[in-house]
């Protein structure tokens, strides 16, 4: 039989061998009289756990907000209105209404990609009831038109019957609120251009029923908008025959923009389009630039947390010198030495992040009771819908934005782990037994 060698070549461990894990796991339980890496890793853990909880937690909540408020835009408004050029009328009085306005609705709706276009007309008046009185926009829409709108045809959010509305009016929660009506009350609506004499124009007052009160989503319109038959609204307002716009709706309201064109030359000569994305474009500008100075602030203190893995791992180079001193004499390389160390603050970081995305998660799908827990503490008032136009603090959990947070924490904790590991690597042994 042949016998064995001395000289056989022997094979190298891999890289994050057993052993080196079992360093690093014992190395992360410090022993009690070296309570300071036990507290800087806790310190690390927790820092790591509430930065990246805060950074899941504001992306949720600003994915949720740009959501919840490009939803009732789309939700109660045209994604596209067309418009007449200002011209003057049989009496020379400027005007800018559409006097073929079924045939121009008709030709708008064969454009590829139109959902649905209405005529509208609108107008400007007081409303009054019960002594209360509220400036308010009036549309004049048909009724089965109406009902395709989702944010005010909500049966879950509207009081009411929609199908009621060629025998009244239908008004936002806001208006109903301040005026103090509800269904089946009369509401009047005074109109300074209203009849016309041979003493001249007097105001116009009429009384309606409400039929149904909607609730869209929006505070600013819920508190100003009122809608009125079509037919009826022409004669209100005298625009017998006419409307003043159109409103059309898309089926792809993001790309609104490649469809402008089109449907302008449906409309014919002197036709002025006007999208949404015109109207609230500077706010989401504004939106998209909160978002990224968000991002890094957050990140900046994703950064700070990650420091203090940093501070960990330097004290627990410090402290286990002399481990270090033996473990290289026994032959453990200076690659096997730096991975311990890494894997000692990475393991800090993949826990804590993995911990903060669960409470972003967490805190992402139960927003409504968290926000109603601090409304409560604060004693009611932390959030008024008159100014952010929305009536709850809104969250949306997006894989893209989960992924981002731990892309950003993970990197960071890694990268900053590889110096001190690269420190204690390159300490060298007799250095560190001489005083042992």
Not at 128 to 134: E, L
Not at 197 to 222: H, L, M, N, W
Not at 366 to 395: K, M, T
């Amino acid at each position: 039989m042949p016998e064995a060698t001395d000289n056989a070549p022997t094979r190298p461990p891999m890289p994050f061998a057993a052993y080196e894990w079992m360093i690093a796991w014992r190395y992360l339980r410090a022993k009690r009289a070296e309570g300071g890496v036990s507290v800087m890793t806790w310190i690390s853990l927790i820092g790591i756990t509430l930065a990246v909880f805060a950074l899941i937690a504001t992306l949720a909540v600003r994915s949720g907000f740009r959501a919840e408020f490009v939803d009732t835009i789309l939700g109660s408004n045209a994604h596209l209105t067309v418009y007449n050029m200002q011209r003057l009328d049989e009496f020379g009085r400027a005007t800018r209404t559409l006097p073929d306005y079924a045939g121009m609705a008709a030709e708008v709706r064969k454009v590829p990609g139109v959902v649905r276009v209405a005529p509208l007309v609108k107008g400007q008046v007081m409303a009054t009831a019960s002594g209360s009185n509220a400036g308010v926009e009036v549309f004049g829409i048909k009724p089965k038109d109406i009902v395709q709108i989702p944010r005010i045809a909500n049966p879950e959010t509207g009081r009411g019957d929609l199908a009621r509305l060629s025998d009244g009016i239908a008004i936002g929660s806001g208006v109903a609120l301040t005026l103090g009506v509800s269904i089946g009350d009369t509401v009047k609506l005074i109109s300074p251009n209203g009849v016309k004499t041979a003493f001249g124009t007097s105001p116009r007052v009429k009384a309606y029923e409400v039929v149904y009160v909607f609730r869209s989503g929006r505070y600013d319109i819920d508190k100003t908008r009122i809608y009125m038959p079509f037919e009826e609204a022409q004669l209100y307002f005298n625009r017998e025959a006419v409307a003043d716009e159109l409103e059309v709706i898309v089926d792809d309201p993001e790309n609104v923009e490649n469809l402008v064109t089109p449907v302008a030359q449906a409309a014919g000569t002197g036709a002025l389009i006007w999208t949404w994305q015109d109207a609230s474009g500077g706010f989401l500008r504004a939106l998209d630039m909160e978002d990224n100075v968000m991002f890094v602030i957050m990140s900046v203190l994703v950064l700070i947390a990650a420091m203090n893995i940093v501070s960990g791992l330097i004290m627990l180079v410090k402290n286990k010198g002399r481990d270090i001193g033996i473990l290289r004499t026994m032959g453990l390389t200076e690659g096997a030495v730096m991975r311990v160390f890494f894997i000692c603050g990475s393991f800090t970081g993949i826990i804590g992040t993995v911990m903060g995305v669960i409470l972003g998660c967490l805190f992402a799908i139960y927003i409504e009771p968290v926000f109603s827990f601090v409304n409560y503490v604060a004693g009611g008032g932390v959030w008024d819908p008159s100014i952010r136009n929305i009536y709850a603090l809104p969250a949306k959990l997006q894989l893209g934005d989960v992924l981002s947070a731990v892309s950003l924490s993970l990197g960071l904790s890694f990268v900053v782990t590889i110096f001190p590991a690269r420190r204690a690597a390159r300490m060298n042994p007799v250095e560190a037994l001489r005083y042992e």
